[in-house]
């Protein structure tokens, strides 16, 4: 049987100069990780690539933090000021001025009332807009002209209390919502300029931001108020109405308008353009005067544009049923004249200036000429067959007026064409017969003026005035 030999290497000497078999070499930090682990030279290099790109990069990533820092702290102030510019801007589109929420037919009343005051091209801006006052539980809309304000308040939610500007385009557009709907009113001002939103339940309607201030719309107001008097409404809308026809142009200055004179506990409305006069006369309850010098009372009155008393005539036609009109007046340099009316719905106030010039005095015109000779007709009839008898068309509107056999005759001879017009009248005349001229379109203005189913008028001379009453 064979042996087997096992041959035996010589034991390594430190002579030898070869390592020893037991001890392992000792670590090296020349010595490639590979060369422990068993792994492949190639992947080592990988991997050793790999750790120089790391290095890289983190080295590049630090470089650029520390730039992006430098960049920061170069930009923080212009960054740190438009960040305080934007909380700055955020912060005042948050100032409320005012905040309301009132149903649309609120609004819309009050916005009707006030709205003959708004001037449609005006010359100052200003006057293109009104003036909205939210109050405590009530909101009030004033609009101003050149020559008289206006200001209407009725009840609303105020949430925030405030005043400012709104828009004449908005009002038409509030007026244009449903009336069944509730809108909300914010104004909120941005630096120098104001913005209203207006949201209903179908959106949000807003406005350009408004740079005029408030404080330039300027109203009319009383400074020194010298009387005050309290008016039935219906009567006074119905003696501004007989006396509205027979004012003067605005070519006529003084003439233009209505005279209002208080005396006693009357008050008597009158105008003329110098050819005819209307007054109308209503009783009145003095609520207060100023003290004077003598004893007895003297008359108080003051000239009102015509314009100024066609507003008048529309607020006193919305004016609550049997409800009074406190007129205050100021005599003083600036005269003025404000009515305080109460609607169903609203407060009204109506403050104007007046006019300063002297009027002419009608009782002086009037009180020389006597009347012998009355006729009581139908207003209605004796409008319309003036009328037809203008219709005819002559160059002068001076027609012919006859009375006789219980009737009044209007005749006129034209150019193409001539007539007479009937109407049934109850004469009161010494005369079987009286004969006059008179001014067709003047005695058309006051049967248009005049009030009541009936009209008398009272005769002298042919020369003198005709004298046309409503019974």
Not at 76 to 104: E, H, L, M, N, R
């Amino acid at each position: 049987m064979p042996t087997k030999t096992r041959q035996t290497k010589p034991k390594p000497t430190p002579e030898s100069g070869q390592p020893e078999t037991k001890s392992r070499p000792a670590k090296s930090t020349t010595t490639p990780k590979t060369a422990q682990t068993g792994a492949s030279p190639t992947k080592a290099k990988t991997r050793s690539t790999k750790s120089s790109q790391t290095e890289v990069t983190q080295a590049d990533a630090k470089q650029a933090k520390t730039r992006s820092a430098k960049t920061a702290q170069a930009d923080a102030p212009q960054a740190d000021t438009k960040k305080t510019q934007a909380k700055a801007s955020q912060g005042q589109s948050t100032d409320v001025a005012f905040s309301i929420t009132a149903s649309q037919s609120h609004l819309s009343s009050l916005l009707t009332t006030v709205a003959p005051a708004v001037q449609a091209n005006p010359t100052n801006p200003i006057l293109s807009y009104l003036k909205i006052e939210a109050l405590d539980g009530a909101c009030r809309i004033t609009a101003t002209d050149t020559s008289y304000t206006i200001t209407a308040q009725a009840e609303c939610d105020t949430v925030h209390p405030g005043v400012g500007l709104l828009p004449a385009q908005l009002a038409h557009v509030i007026q244009a919502i449903p009336a069944s709907e509730t809108l909300a009113l914010v104004g909120s001002t941005v630096e120098d300029a104001t913005k209203i939103e207006m949201s209903n339940g179908s959106g949000v309607i807003s406005t350009t931001p408004i740079t005029l201030s408030v404080d330039h719309f300027l109203v009319a107001d009383l400074t020194t108020p010298g009387s005050h008097h309290d008016l039935p409404a219906e009567t006074l809308k119905l003696a501004l109405q007989t006396a509205l026809g027979s004012a003067g142009p605005k070519d006529k200055g003084i003439l233009h308008g209505v005279q209002l004179i208080f005396e006693a506990k009357s008050l008597r409305c009158q105008a003329t353009d110098g050819h005819q006069i209307a007054m109308a006369t209503l009783e009145t309850q003095a609520l207060g005067r100023r003290r004077r010098q003598t004893a007895e009372s003297e008359p108080v009155d003051c000239r009102i544009p015509l314009d100024t008393v066609k507003a008048l005539i529309k607020l006193l036609a919305q004016a609550a049923k049997d409800s009074d009109v406190e007129l205050r007046l100021d005599t003083g340099e600036a005269p003025k004249a404000q009515f305080q009316i109460q609607t169903d719905t609203a407060q009204v106030t109506l403050t104007c200036q007046c006019l300063a010039e002297a009027y002419p005095n009608l009782q002086q015109v009037i009180e020389p000429f006597t009347y012998g000779t009355s006729a009581l007709v139908n207003r209605t009839s004796l409008l319309h067959q003036a009328q037809v008898i203008k219709a005819m068309g002559a160059k002068t509107p001076v027609a012919k007026l006859t009375l006789s056999d219980a009737r009044l005759h209007l005749s006129m001879d034209g150019n193409e064409v001539s007539g007479i017009q009937t109407v049934q009248a109850s004469l009161d005349m010494p005369d079987p017969k009286f004969e006059t001229a008179l001014n067709l379109d003047l005695l058309i203005n006051l049967a248009r003026s005049a009030t009541g189913e009936q009209l008398r008028l009272e005769l002298g001379s042919p020369e003198s005035l005709i004298k046309l009453s409503p019974v």
